[in-house]
């Protein structure tokens, strides 16, 4: 029984991360929701680097045999509830946990549904309820151990409708800050701005943000970036958070209930179908068997990957962005790391290999 806060139309259209790993893909093809991203997905079999006005590509293909695929958050969802709707599984839209009880024996969640109080008996709960979610609080915080690291810049994104000016992914390092070019689709770009954390938005008209981001992503070639109508702006603080163990009980936390990445890495979704993953797994086996092992290695088995991503998150952060009171010599270990990362096919390649995403079943390693 899956109960969501919100109504189908706003899960549907929120627009949130769009980069899927090709573990992710296969996932999702796997359990019979693939068939619509195949048709509409954009694979791209690499990405570029840009520093001192030059661009790098970094070739997927090449490197390591795989692809990314941009297909947006809000699609994958979309995907999600109509398979769930079709075989008549049910969706609670609208539907607000309030409370969780006794998760280490038999769990209990008491939630509002059209304007009064219910509760489910259940054998598991999936605490998939996001970072502002109800399920991590319900753990008593002596039994948590957090692990964070809050960055001193932000996020500014937009999307507008305009062809993207790149068929693949630009990450762009400069003095003024790092500057990403994404998309969408075909017709849509999403791009973002480095700026501080307590940036106003009213402080960029869509003048000042297309001016700047031309600045940041500027080539010697004479890139040349197109505007169109921009339809969303919004600011998204940076920040690297793990919760362990992600295991109470009968209780399971999953996705960013569990952990944030800085969204440099695009891995915040990806880590999420990979928690999934696993207790998908285990809640077979204990169905079919009745063993509870596979679930009792929840934790160990799901943090071994969140580490590796939250790694890979925080060097390409640290890597792109620009930190306050950075000096000259800070700048040249920032181009001199981006010079080796584009140069070597050995630094290329650990790019590569974790961008793709980490391989699933390579047995005590991911
Ligand atoms: C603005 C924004 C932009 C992002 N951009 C990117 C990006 O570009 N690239 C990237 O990789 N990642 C990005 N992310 C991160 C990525 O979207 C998340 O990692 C991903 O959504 C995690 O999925 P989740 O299911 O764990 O949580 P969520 O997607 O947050 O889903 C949790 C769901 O639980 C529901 N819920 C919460 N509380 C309750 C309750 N009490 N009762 C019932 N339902 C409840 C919520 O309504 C929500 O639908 C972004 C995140 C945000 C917020």
């Known amino acids: 029984m899956v109960l969501e806060r919100h109504s189908r139309e706003y899960v549907e ?13 296969d996932i999702l093809r796997d359990s019979g929701v693939g068939e619509r991203l195949e048709r509409e997905g954009l694979q791209h079999q690499g990405v570029e680097l840009r520093f001192g006005g030059q661009g790098h590509r970094i070739d997927f293909q090449d490197l390591v045999g795989k692809s990314i695929t941009v297909y947006a958050q809000q699609e994958v969802v979309k995907d999600l509830i109509a398979a769930r709707l079709g075989y008549e599984a049910p969706i609670y839209f609208e539907a607000e946990a309030m409370q969780i009880q006794e998760y280490d024996a038999q769990p209990r969640i008491q939630y509002q549904f059209d304007g009064t109080s219910h509760e489910i008996a ?18 008593p915080a002596g039994q948590l151990q957090i692990h964070e690291r809050h960055y001193p810049f932000a996020w500014l994104g937009i999307l507008a409708h305009v062809p993207p000016a790149s068929h693949e992914l630009t990450y762009t390092y400069h003095e003024r800050g790092f500057a990403l070019l994404s998309m969408r689709s075909l017709e849509v770009s999403r791009l973002y701005l ?12 869509d003048d000042r943000i297309w001016q700047e981001l031309r600045t940041r992503m500027a080539t010697q070639e004479g890139f040349v970036l197109r505007d169109g109508p921009i339809f969303q702006k919004g600011i998204t603080p940076m920040r690297s958070f793990v919760t362990s163990p992600m295991q109470f009980g009968k209780l399971f936390l999953l996705g960013d209930a569990a952990h944030i990445v800085p969204p440099t890495g695009a891995k915040g979704l990806n880590l999420a179908v990979a928690d999934v993953r696993v207790l998908t797994r285990g809640l077979v086996e204990f169905y079919k068997t009745g063993s509870l092992e596979p679930l009792r290695q929840y934790t160990e088995r799901c943090l071994r990957r969140v580490w590796k991503c939250q790694r890979f998150s925080w060097w390409m952060t640290s890597m792109l962005h620009r930190f306050p009171n950075e000096d000259s010599f800070s700048h040249n270990i920032h181009l001199a790391e981006l010079d080796y990362v584009t140069r070597s096919r050995a630094a290329s390649t650990t790019l590569a290999e974790n961008y793709v995403g980490l391989p699933f079943d390579t047995p005590g390693l991911f």
């Open 122 to 139: 259940c054998d598991f709960i999936a605490g998939c309820d996001g970072f502002h979610g109800i399920c991590r609080p319900a753990i």
């Open 13 to 25: 259209t929120r627009v949130r991360a769009g980069v899927l790993e090709q573990g992710t893909v």
């Open 194 to 205: 480095q700026c501080a954390p307590d940036e106003n938005i009213e402080n960029w008209p």
